[in-house]
């Protein structure tokens, strides 16, 4: 089963890292919030990189 990056809202801080770094991945949802809204956009490791490490408050994470 595939990986797939979630995040959770109630810690994001909407500081818009992941949206820079893989806007072919997360963006922004209606409440201002990050949201992997297409998690086939980027490779896993990317994702891990430039999303899960690099986020300030630690609120993305994998689901299987």
């Known amino acids: ?7 959770d ?3 994001c801080i909407s500081c818009g890292l992941c949206v ?3 806007s072919g ?4 949802n209606d409440d201002g ?3 992997c809204y297409n998690p086939e956009g980027a ?5 891990q990189r430039e999303a899960i490490d690099a986020c300030p408050v630690s609120c993305i994470h994998w689901k299987e």
């Open 1 to 7: 089963m595939a990986k797939i990056a979630w995040v």
């Open 9 to 11: 809202e109630d810690v």
């Open 20 to 22: 820079n770094n893989l």
């Open 25 to 28: 991945v997360f963006r922004f």
């Open 33 to 35: 919030k990050a949201e």
């Open 43 to 47: 490779a896993e490791d990317e994702i």
